[in-house]
């Protein structure tokens, strides 16, 4: 995953010029505070330089967050420890940024050592640079993706160079009232991608959000769009299998995706926040006639994850595949799932959900499959398989099944296993120590998962999990 | 005699207990480096659990005697140092592990036994491939998964491929003959003659004496109710196989008189 070339940048202040598009000398200082306001929301828009419809979409979406309740179902609990006061909602302060490698903790440095990751690779995951530039690798990718006429810029850039696409699709799938914090993220978004893949073209390799990362980017509102356009393919993927140091405590993204008649679009995110971070976001996706959409998420670190992609399949034949898998250790709700709509006739859906807790974490399965009437020949496949180990472990399902449909064929499984006596004395006459055997059944576990990521994330998810493992048998 | 003039394996008076049932009552056994040994007895007579304790299962509880390796008592050490020192059980069901390759299971088993954890995977490829071949098993069996979903006989050919990799010094053959049809047994029983070596001793754990037919043990044993209750040579083996273990029985119940008539002429 590291990219060959790296160039050294400044720290990102919020005076630099921006790197791509526009450019205001004008630019005002920020003045950033803690809270949530108009005033800051305002200042945001003015910042980018916004079309004026935006603005007003975001003061409209504080007022929805202001007006909309915290949830009152999930891990309420480590939701109303929220302080939304006490949060930064655009880039902080320069000095405040000035973060340096000694307030990065011990834990995390040893990470990245064992992981081997690289020094500047490092630092920008720690959060001390605000910027992982690899300017040359993205830019000869960026050529040929261009000459296939294929956009792939910051949301940012996006808005500014492609407004009327943006305006076409945005909060589509997700309006600003779906939920408290695709509310929030309405009002304050900032960073993300936008990608659209012109007709027909095939992408061959995935588009790594990685390659064009900068501070917003990781940031803790950042917002994607993806438009595939009819009978296209592409692969995103995002995030990285490091530990993500924040020192911010609350991440919530929106991400949108609009599969056009018979494309298919693959979306991969691994994620490893700290934790102390609330992740909670916000995934949807709309699938057309004959398309495809597969959601492929893995979920680490945090405190509270809450995260349920979700595919609206709208046009007839359309097709969702949501595979996930969530790790919980002591401390974190990996609270995860998915969500399924089927609309349209002959639409089929396959949820396969896998879930780790390890001493005391918690992993939630929630789900929700919705038939409607009329969406006769629609086939729905839903896998849960939870792994326990350790004391204390909790893993819950909750799903959800609303079937307004009778000629349809429906297939839940849920599984709770624990690592069995006779698998670990079975690996252990073989040599293995008894860690080493626990990571061998647990690594056997997530193959269904890692086996469809791209091979340099595959051998460090496994890395990772490895690592998390350690220490595990007493 | 191993290096050190002691037996490669010699089990003591071993007593065992599961869940507070004595299973094993007293079990004495010696194997020499080079010999083949079978241990034959009528299902539940104790044979697994002794393999099982042997190689150190957790959930038996040993209450008397020893099990020594080398001249040293394993009974103190975990499973997976008693594998690395040459102790190998081709297990009666060997367990499914989902999702991890049989390539990847022993090339982690051989690394996990060299010195400095370091095998390399072209060499190892090509030693997998040899044995595969000698083994007749299709090259795609390294890329399924660890039993998973495998039938009987292959579950078994995949304890004999396992054996031939990691070339154990003593190996324990649990029932490695049971579920296969004649054709895989004869597959099988010419891998086990293939490792039959001056330093390495194998012990046949069977209730039939069909495998001897094809892999022929210098001693047989006879287990009976967690005992090992008579030792030969084949001809012991033949004998159960004409006149059934109803036979030794009858021995043991007459032994049993006499020794109740001596007892009691000299109280
Ligand atoms: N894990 C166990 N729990 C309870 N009883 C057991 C267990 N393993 C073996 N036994 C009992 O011990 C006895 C011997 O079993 P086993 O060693 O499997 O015999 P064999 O291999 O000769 O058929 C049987 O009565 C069996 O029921
Ligand atoms: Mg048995």
């Given at each position: 995953m590291a990219p060959e070339t790296e160039v050294n940048r400044p720290e990102l202040n919020i005076s630099d010029d921006y790197k791509y598009g526009f450019h205001d000398p004008e630019k005002p200082v920020f003045k950033a505070e803690k809270g949530i306001n108009h005033e800051v929301v305002e200042q945001i828009s003015e910042i980018k330089n916004e079309p004026d419809w935006m603005r007003v979409f975001r003061h409209d979406a504080l007022d929805v967050f202001f007006s909309k309740p915290m949830p009152n179902w999930g891990d309420v609990d480590l939701l109303n420890a929220i302080d939304f006061d006490n949060i930064y909602y655009y880039l902080k302060p320069v000095e405040e940024q000035g973060k340096t490698w000694d307030d990065v903790p011990e834990d995390i440095k040893n990470t990245f050592d064992r992981l081997g990751i690289p020094e500047a690779e490092r630092k920008f995951l720690a959060g001390v640079s605000a910027q992982y530039d690899s300017e040359v690798v993205y830019h000869s990718l960026q050529e040929e993706l261009v000459k296939q006429g294929v956009i792939f810029l910051s949301m940012d850039d996006g808005l500014i160079e492609y407004e009327d696409i943006v305006k076409e699709y945005w909060a589509t799938a997700i309006p600003p009232t779906d939920n408290k914090f695709a509310a929030l993220n309405s009002a304050v978004w900032s960073g993300g991608s936008f990608v659209y893949i012109p007709k027909g073209v095939v992408v061959d390799i995935p588009l790594q959000a990685y390659f064009r990362i900068n501070a917003e980017n990781m940031g803790q509102f950042e917002r994607t769009l993806i438009i595939a356009d009819e009978g296209c393919r592409v692969h995103y993927i995002e995030g990285c299998t490091a530990p993500t140091y924040a020192a911010d405590s609350l991440h919530s993204a929106v991400v949108e995706l609009f599969a056009l008649p018979g494309s298919h679009l693959r979306y991969t995110t691994i994620q490893n926040w700290s934790?102390?971070?609330?992740?909670?976001?916000?995934?949807?996706?709309?699938?057309?006639?004959?398309?495809?959409?597969?959601?492929?998420?893995?979920?680490?670190?945090?405190?509270?994850?809450?995260?349920?992609?979700?595919?609206?399949?709208?046009?007839?034949?359309?097709h969702a595949e949501i595979l996930s898998i969530a790790f919980a250790s002591d401390g974190q709700h990996q609270d995860a799932g998915a969500k399924i709509y089927h609309v349209a006739p002959n639409t089929t859906s396959r949820i396969t959900s896998k879930s780790i807790s390890k001493d005391g974490g918690r992993a939630s399965y929630r789900g929700m499959v919705k038939v409607y009437p009329g969406a006769v020949g629609s086939k729905v496949h839903v896998e849960c398989d939870a792994l326990l180990m350790g004391e204390n472990s909790r893993s819950d399902t909750y799903p959800t099944m609303e079937i307004a449909e009778e000629q349809v064929q429906v297939e839940h499984e849920a599984r709770v296993s624990k690592v069995g006596d006779e698998q670990l004395f079975y690996l252990m006459s073989r040599g293995l120590t008894e860690e080493e055997a626990l990571v061998m059944v647990v690594n056997g576990f997530i193959e269904p998962f890692v086996k469809e990521l791209p091979m340099e994330y595959a051998v460090e998810f496994n890395r990772l999990i490895q690592l998390e493992m350690e220490g595990s048998v007493g | 005699m191993s290096d050190n003039g002691q037996p490669l394996f010699e089990v003591q008076n071993l007593k065992v207990a599961i869940d507070g049932n004595e299973i094993l009552r007293g079990v004495d056994l010696t194997i020499n480096e080079g010999e083949v040994h079978a241990i034959m007895g009528r299902n539940g007579s104790g044979k697994s659990t002794m393999a099982n304790v042997v190689m150190g299962h957790p959930a038996y509880e040993v209450l008397e005697g020893s099990v020594k390796y080398k001249g040293e008592d394993v009974l103190d050490l975990d499973t997976d140092e008693r594998a690395r020192l040459g102790m190998f059980l081709a297990f009666q069901y060997p367990m499914a592990i989902p999702g991890v390759t049989v390539s990847k299971f022993l090339h982690s088993a051989l690394k996990a036994r060299a010195e400095g954890g370091d095998v390399p995977v072209r060499e190892f490829r090509v030693n997998l491939n040899k044995a595969m071949d000698l083994l007749g098993v299709d090259p795609s069996f390294a890329s399924r998964y660890v039993n998973d979903g495998f039938s009987g006989g292959e579950k078994k050919r995949l304890e004999i491929l396992q054996m031939f990799v990691l070339e154990?010094?003593?190996c324990i053959l649990d029932e490695t003959d049971s579920g296969l049809?004649?054709?895989?047994?004869?597959?099988?029983?010419?891998?086990?003659?293939?490792?039959?070596s001056e330093q390495r001793a194998i012990l046949l754990i069977t209730h039939y004496q069909r495998m001897l037919n094809y892999v022929e043990?210098?001693?047989?044993?006879?287990?009976?109710?967690?005992?090992i209750v008579r030792t030969g040579g084949i001809e012991l083996a033949e004998a159960l196989e004409e006149k059934g273990y109803e036979w030794i029985e009858q021995e043991l119940f007459h032994d049993t008189d006499a020794a109740t008539a001596a007892e009691a002429a000299q109280a």
């Open positions: 934790k102390n971070v609330y992740n909670l976001v916000t995934k949807r996706a709309v699938a057309h006639e004959n398309a495809t959409v597969e959601w492929v998420d893995g979920n680490l670190g945090s405190k509270l994850t809450m995260k349920f992609p979700c595919v609206y399949l709208v046009g007839e034949k359309a | 154990p010094t003593l049809d004649i054709d895989a047994l004869k597959t099988v029983a010419e891998g086990i003659n293939a490792l039959r043990p210098d001693v047989v044993h006879v287990m009976m109710d967690g005992k």
